[in-house]
């Protein structure tokens, strides 16, 4: 009997889960050589306290590769230095969103938040430099972790799909402590209200 009633209460509050997948982009200008265009999946959890507005929860993982072309000439005795590197980031953000009503049954959300972002960044390091050779004798895998603050802004456009599903379209930038933009993301997004 308490779970029937706490699935009525539940279903009047206007809960969400949101998957989202798509694209991820670094910024250049964060530190990253030439990184490519990678991916990310996100998993959130929305609340609907108003008709207008909405707060909740989203985790974002996101993949990327970026190549450290500096390091292309560094001599080594045998091989090359690998020069293809791995970011894969963690955001945990809180958002509150404005719900906005568009035409043709659409349903727009603009939301601002804060967070935490970790990334992990994998790549290649030259160790021993032989100073008779004037190269060095190998290569290290180096794996790096940072931890920080950040601010994420969202942009969505959304379709109901029957009374419970919803598709939309989501986009977003995550900015640092610093207000600089660290990432960006887009893609398609699929909900489901209980």
């Known amino acids: 009997m308490l779970l029937i009633l706490s699935a009525n209460a539940i279903a009047a509050q206007g809960l969400d889960i949101r998957l989202g997948l798509g694209s991820f982009s670094l910024n250049r200008d964060y530190g990253y050589e030439r990184p490519a265009v990678g991916w990310y999946v996100s998993l959130g959890l929305t609340y609907d306290y108003t008709p207008e507005w909405t707060m909740g929860t989203v985790f974002n993982r996101s993949y990327n590769v970026y190549f450290r072309e500096s390091m292309a000439e560094t001599p080594l005795l045998i091989g090359n230095l690998p020069t293809r590197a791995e970011v894969n980031s963690d955001h945990f953000s809180f958002i509150f969103s404005r719900n906005i009503i568009l035409p043709f049954g659409l349903k727009g959300q603009i939301g601002l938040g804060m967070g935490l972002a970790i990334d992990e960044n994998r790549f290649y390091h030259p160790i021993l430099f032989d100073e ?26 959304r379709k109901a799909l029957g009374i419970r599903w919803h598709l939309g379209l989501q986009a977003g930038v995550f900015l640092d402590q610093h207000f600089r933009m660290r990432s960006s993301f887009w893609g398609p997004e699929l909900a489901y209200r209980f």
């Open 132 to 157: 008779e050779q004037a190269a060095y004798r190998g290569v290290n895998l180096v794996e790096q972790y940072e931890v920080g603050l950040i601010f994420p802004g969202q942009l969505a456009v």
